[in-house]
């Protein structure tokens, strides 16, 4: 098997694992896209939310899954969780606000990351603006997250998951036992979330 191949089976396995866990308890699917990444709620062609990860990327795959772990009910209604999104071209303030609203949601990234034996990069998408990145401080912010939620704990989504996807990639177990674990998990520690 090529190392692409690897690749899509690993992509396979991880959208199957979170509908495994969240399809019935949260109506949430996890979609491949072709383009742009977006979260997509339910509506009368589409009975489940769907988020839609970017060109069929694990990393955007993780990524999508980090906002959606944090995204309250009712966010979880609205169109990319009626959040903004400024594409490439952001100058100072736009990319201080962007970096301040990854900061949380690319902690979780990382831990999610590490949960699959996999290398985390933070982002800082914006290859095109004027602001002046510094990729290492935001790197550190999101690193002293990571620690906070390390010491205070994960949102309930995103500890099942990352149980989830440790019990798959690292520990070894089936894709149906990784599921079954962390959905017991979840139904015994998740509050309406």
Request: glycine share 6%.
């Amino acid at each position: 098997m090529t190392s692409q191949q690897q690749e899509q089976r690993r992509v396979e396995q991880l959208m199957a694992l979170f509908n495994q866990v969240f399809s019935s308890r949260y109506q949430t699917l996890l979609v491949r896209g072709d383009d742009e990444p977006i979260y997509l709620p339910a509506d009368e062609n589409h009975a489940h939310h769907r988020i839609v990860f970017a060109h069929g990327y694990f990393a955007s795959a993780l990524h999508e899954i980090s906002h959606w772990c944090i995204a309250g009910a009712r966010r979880r209604l609205l169109e990319d969780y009626g959040y903004w999104y400024m594409p490439d071209g952001r100058d100072d303030s736009a990319q201080e606000a962007f970096e301040s609203a990854e900061i949380a949601p690319q902690a979780i990234e990382k831990m999610l990351t590490q949960a699959c034996d996999r290398r985390f990069n933070v982002s800082v998408d914006n290859l095109e603006g004027s602001a002046e990145v510094d990729r290492e401080t935001f790197a550190q912010k999101v690193e002293a997250r990571r620690q906070r939620y390390l010491e205070e704990g994960l949102p309930a989504r995103a500890e099942a998951f990352r149980r989830a996807l440790t019990a798959l990639f690292i520990e070894g177990h089936s894709l149906e036992q990784a599921g079954h674990y962390a959905g017991e998990w979840l139904d015994q520690h998740a509050v309406a979330c």
